[in-house]
Structure formats: C-alpha cells, structure tokens
T-cell receptor
Framework: EDKVVQSPLSLVVHEGDTVTLNCSYEVTNFRSLLWYKQEKKAPTFLFMLTSSGIEKKSGRLSSILDKKELFSILNITATQTGDSAVYLC????????????FGIGTKLQVIP | DAGITQSPRHKVTETGTPVTLRCHQT?????MYWYRQDPGHGLRLIHYSYGVKDTDKGEVSDGYSVSRSKTEDFLLTLESATSSQTSVYFCAISTGKNTVVNEQFFGPGTRLTVL
C-alpha cells in the first residue's frame, strides 16, 4: 500500500523564523511529488517535483526531492502570519489513472 | 482556480436520502477526481474519470457512484447517505496530457452533513 508521511504534524513558529516541513513516502512506483497549501478552503498548488536534487523555488518557499532516500522537504524562510496553513504533500504513481496519494498534512501556525 | 466550481457548497441532509454533488469545469480537462477530506485522514480518492463515460473507483468508493456524461461535468452521488459520509468533498482536475498527471487543481469544496 502506498504511503505518504508528513512531519511534524503541527508546528508553531514566530514571524521571521525559517521552517522545514518533511514528507517521506513509500510507493510501488514514483512519478512525481506535489506540495499544496491549504488554508480554510481548497488546497492550492505550490510545487511539482520529479527529479532529485533540483530545487524548486517560489518567493520565500522552496522545495527539493531526494528519490534515493524517498523524501522531500519544503522550506519557508522569513515566515509571515499569512503562511499559517496546512501544507499537504502528495505522491503521484503511474498506473491506469495516475494515482495521487496524500499525506495528512503539517499544520503551521505563524504567530506575530 | 482552473475554472472549477462545485455545487452545492453546503448541504445538510438526513440519513437514507440520496444526494448528488456536482463538479463543473470550463477548461476541457480530461481527468477529474472526487476526494473526501476528513480530520486525521487527509484527502482520499473516491472516484475518478479519465474521459466522458470513463470512470473508475478510488480507495474509498463504497457507497458512492459517479457519472460523467459531458467533459465539463462530473457528478458524485450518495445513493443512501449515512452519517459516516459527513465530510468535505473536493473535486479536482489534472492538467496532465494523455495519461501523465501534472499538478491537480481543486474546486472550492462542498461541506456535507448527514444527520
């Protein structure tokens, strides 16, 4: 059974801190890894990673994938209160419908 | 938002009644998905569609059926709603071509309460 595990489950930091969110996976086959941000609504897409060692970056957010060790990290630098959300990791595996398996998320709270 | 809408956005119903949720997209994407999201479980796939009249089951399909008679609409039906189906339901589309999934984009969600 495919599995995606995120850690920590929750995190409280102060504005300006840097945080690292972790996502490890065990899947039969791997195509890509996706990161989403979810506030009190639908998840919004952040990154798609397919190759090891290549950092994806968007503003203060960045992410990298290690396909050998089967994990990814999402970094957020200089955190702001608007970064407070649940961050979801998902792995896409090839198959009849390109199955997407989600982790349960990391809840990040940024306090002033 | 990839042009995805869901209706209704909120619904309260009673056990044993049929319920249909609608997902509508405006950008002609081939792949559409229905997920449910519950505390402690994350997002779990109910059913998916890879084209008109082409659908298949996900990991939590029991008690649910789907139909896709047009590219733009994907319907999720609870034949006889149960309290365990109280959840937030998200529709998603994939931007992949052919069978390759790229990123998924989600609709705004439907909060369903079954009393």
């Amino acid at each position: 059974e495919d599995k995606v595990v995120q850690s920590p489950l929750s995190l409280v930091v102060h504005e300006g801190d840097t945080v690292t969110l972790n996502c490890s996976y065990e899947v039969t086959n791997f195509r890509s890894l996706l990161w989403y941000k979810q506030e009190k609504k639908a998840p919004t897409f952040l990154f798609m990673l397919t190759s090891s060692g290549i950092e994806k970056k968007s503003g203060r957010l960045s992410s990298i994938l290690d396909k050998k060790e089967l994990f990814s990290i999402l970094n957020i630098t200089a955190t702001q209160t608007g970064d407070s959300a649940v961050y979801l990791c998902a792995v896409v595996t090839p198959g009849g419908y390109q199955k997407v398996t989600f982790g349960i998320g990391t809840k990040l709270q940024v306090i002033p | 938002d990839a042009g995805i809408t869901q209706s209704p956005r909120h619904k309260v119903t009673e056990t044993g009644t049929p319920v249909t949720l609608r997902c509508h997209q405006t950008e002609n994407h081939r792949y559409m998905y229905w997920y449910r999201q519950d505390p402690g479980h994350g997002l779990r796939l109910i059913h998916y569609s890879y084209g008109v009249k082409d659908t298949d089951k996900g990991e939590v399909s029991d008690g649910y059926s789907v139909s896709r008679s047009k590219t733009e609409d994907f319907l999720l039906t609870l034949e006889s709603a149960t309290s365990s189906q109280t959840s937030v339901y998200f529709c998603a589309i994939s931007t992949g071509k052919n069978t390759v999934v790229n990123e998924q984009f989600f609709g705004p969600g439907t909060r369903l309460t079954v009393l």
